[in-house]
């Protein structure tokens, strides 16, 4: 059994052994983030409802736009798949709850998203319209429809509905798959869109 003395010896011993080396007895500094491609605060979202107010049955419309706000050229995904994640939507302060579904490409979603992408140089944009449509698993009602890749190489899909009469706000981030290197870096804060679906 160690004695009081024996263990007072070990402790003197440590630190005589961290002063005597260059390091010391710290920890391991941890290393440094990889900087996004091209150096710079990666994509700039910006979304804009295409008019404050949509009559019962119209589709709505959001205009997206991706801008580049990197130092360098870098690839963007021109479609809404797998890029656009809407984080969280609410109607008149009620949480929406959005449906899922599963979707399957014939030579797999990567290769898809591959042949969309965009190269876009500093300050450069790309835009499309992410535009409700009525969809099954959504009960067939009107909805606003992202998706992710998932691990099969096909896609998760969630659908928002917004066919109810209200005021709707929708959080959104531009966060692309994976699909190839030199793509430009995922967005920073979430992004905010209102707009209000009139009543019949």
Same mark, same amino acid.
């Given at each position: ?76 995904? +021109?479609?809404?798949?797998? !890029?656009?994640?809407? *984080?969280? #939507?609410?109607?008149? =302060?009620?949480?929406?709850? $959005? ?66 009469? +209200?005021?709707?706000?929708? !959080?959104?981030?531009? *966060?692309? #798959?994976?699909?190839? =290197?030199?793509?430009?870096? $995922? ?14």
């Amino acid at each position: 059994m160690p004695t009081l003395l024996n263990m007072r010896t070990a402790v003197v011993g440590l630190l005589v052994a961290c002063l005597a080396t260059s390091v010391g007895c710290t920890a391991k500094p941890k290393p440094t983030p990889v900087p996004p491609p091209g150096g710079g605060a990666g994509v700039r979202v910006t979304i804009t409802a295409a008019k404050p107010e949509f009559a019962p049955g119209e589709p709505v419309v959001l205009h997206v736009r991706l801008t580049n706000v990197e130092r360098g050229s870098c690839k963007i995904l +021109g479609v809404p798949d797998a !890029a656009l994640a809407i *984080l969280d #939507a609410t109607r008149d =302060g009620a949480v929406v709850v $959005p449906a899922f579904s599963t979707g399957t490409y014939i030579d797999g979603m990567s290769s898809y998203l591959s042949r969309n992408l965009v190269e876009v140089k500093p300050d450069g944009s790309v835009d499309y319209d992410l535009v409700s449509e009525r969809a099954a698993p959504a009960d067939d009602r009107p909805a606003l429809e992202v998706s992710t890749l998932d691990a099969s190489d096909q896609s998760n899909s969630s659908y928002w509905p917004v066919d109810e009469p +209200g005021r709707y706000e929708l !959080a959104a981030r531009y *966060l692309p #798959a994976e699909v190839t =290197g030199g793509l430009c870096h $995922p967005s920073g804060d979430p992004v905010a869109v209102s707009f209000v679906v009139s009543g019949g």
